[in-house]
């Protein structure tokens, strides 16, 4: 990436208030290049606003520009996800030889957390600013018992734009009392033509993904880590997202598409991180590259957007609208011994690290 020396520079202002009452802020921070917009509602990425081939701006995440339509409407528009980022079988695990139930919330299972997750409480906030980088700090402190999960777990979430386009997020969080499970992710969905402007269908999608963990039905992985080798979930060479999405193939039928946990392959480099995968967009030139510390990243094509609702400039999002690009621990780790362990006890420190890379080409 080449470097850029524009100035690095964050402004807060007050974007709302919750019907009980908190006072509700979006800081806007910028290197002069790209722009990145969050709300301490859900320590949400509102806007991303990034320049095509020819310098022109624009901003290619989806959201809303109020906040009743965020908490009554978002289907988790840049939120971060917590406790447990995607999906748990029936809302249930087993931890220590206690079952805990955590409220379900799509269809027979638990999503994002269950009903009342980390993407619809109000964060602490701190600017983080220095030579290199600027951006904003997030706090939450979810009690034990919350929505089901055991211990008290403080989070803190930072998101920092350095001056070569790089959104870096770092995630810590340390749980009390109790030990839980924790999967943290964030959930920016993006079109690179803009938002609100088209499908992804034509994004060129590049994957580091040699496996993936199949579904059932339900879009719970049925413990399997299969080859993605001779299906449509192959994008070791780029493709178009739209070249197999409307195939026969029962992934795609039970997704509606993709809405798939992908096992990230290679080794990391010196900063403990690997590349996860790859999007460009050919007509305008944007690119964005996700590169991780996790073991899997959630790929979902926007199936389920269905023009119900307006987004910012008073766009409807319908199916295949944007992309949202998860990184994290497998769907549903607590019941499946195999997969990478999510259980956090006290004492110990979540960490984890996701970058997400903009440029043109």
């Known amino acids: 990436m080449r470097a850029h020396h524009g100035k690095l520079e964050i402004k807060k202002a007050e974007f709302g208030?919750?019907?009980?009452?908190?006072?509700?802020?979006?800081?806007?921070?910028?290197?002069g290049r790209v722009t990145i917009s969050m709300l301490t509602w859900g320590a949400t990425i509102q806007r991303v606003e990034t320049p095509d081939r020819r310098g022109r701006t624009t901003n290619i995440s989806l959201g809303f520009d109020n906040l009743p339509d965020y908490a009554e409407l978002s289907p988790y528009f840049g939120s971060t996800i917590g406790r447990y980022g995607n999906r748990i079988a029936k809302g249930r695990f087993t931890l220590d030889g206690t079952t805990y139930?955590?409220?379900?919330?799509?269809?027979?299972?638990?999503?994002?957390?269950g009903t009342l997750?980390?993407?619809?409480?109000?964060w602490a906030a701190e600017v983080v600013q220095n030579d290199q980088a600027v951006g904003v700090a997030f706090t939450y402190v979810s009690p034990d018992g919350e929505m089901g999960f055991p211990g008290e777990l403080t989070s803190t979430v930072t998101y920092t734009l350095d001056r070569r386009d790089n959104l870096r997020i770092d995630y810590h969080a340390?749980?009390?009392?109790?030990?839980?499970i924790v999967n943290l992710t964030?959930?920016?969905?993006?079109?690179?033509?803009?938002?609100?402007?088209?499908?992804?269908?034509?994004?060129?999608?590049?994957?580091?993904?040699?496996?993936?963990?199949?579904?059932?039905?339900?879009?719970?992985p049925t413990g399997e880590i299969a080859p993605v080798a001779g299906t449509p979930f192959d994008f070791s060479r780029p493709t178009a997202?739209?070249?197999?999405?409307?195939?026969?193939?029962?992934?795609?039928?039970?997704?509606?598409?993709?809405?798939?946990?992908?096992?990230?392959?290679?080794?990391?480099?010196?900063?403990?991180?690997?590349?996860?995968?790859?999007f460009w967009e050919p007509e305008h030139g944007r690119t964005v590259e996700v590169r991780t510390d996790q073991p899997g990243v959630q790929f979902y094509s926007g199936n389920f957007?269905?023009?119900?609702?307006?987004?910012?400039?008073?766009?409807?999002?319908?199916?295949?609208?944007?992309?949202?690009?998860?990184?994290?621990?497998?769907?549903?780790?607590?019941?499946?011994?195999?997969f990478p362990s999510t259980v956090l006890r006290p004492g110990e420190t979540y960490e984890s690290t996701t970058v997400y890379s903009f440029g043109t080409k």
């Open 305 to 338: 957007l269905d023009g119900t609702f307006l987004g910012i400039g008073d766009k409807a999002y319908r199916q295949g609208d944007a992309f949202a690009f998860e990184t994290q621990h497998f769907p549903d780790s607590p019941n499946h011994a195999k």
């Open 186 to 220: 964030n959930h920016v969905y993006f079109n690179l033509l803009g938002e609100g402007n088209g499908t992804i269908y034509d994004h060129v999608l590049e994957l580091n993904a040699p496996k993936y963990t199949p579904v059932d039905a339900t879009l719970i």
């Open 117 to 122: 997750g980390f993407d619809k409480k109000v």
């Open 241 to 278: 997202i739209g070249d197999r999405l409307r195939g026969d193939h029962e992934q795609l039928i039970f997704g509606c598409g993709y809405d798939h946990n992908f096992v990230i392959g290679g080794t990391p480099d010196s900063d403990g991180l690997r590349l996860a995968g790859r």
């Open 17 to 31: 208030t919750t019907p009980d009452g908190q006072q509700v802020d979006v800081y806007t921070f910028t290197n």
């Open 174 to 180: 340390t749980v009390a009392g109790k030990p839980t």
């Open 101 to 113: 139930q955590i409220p379900v919330n799509n269809g027979e299972n638990a999503l994002h957390g």
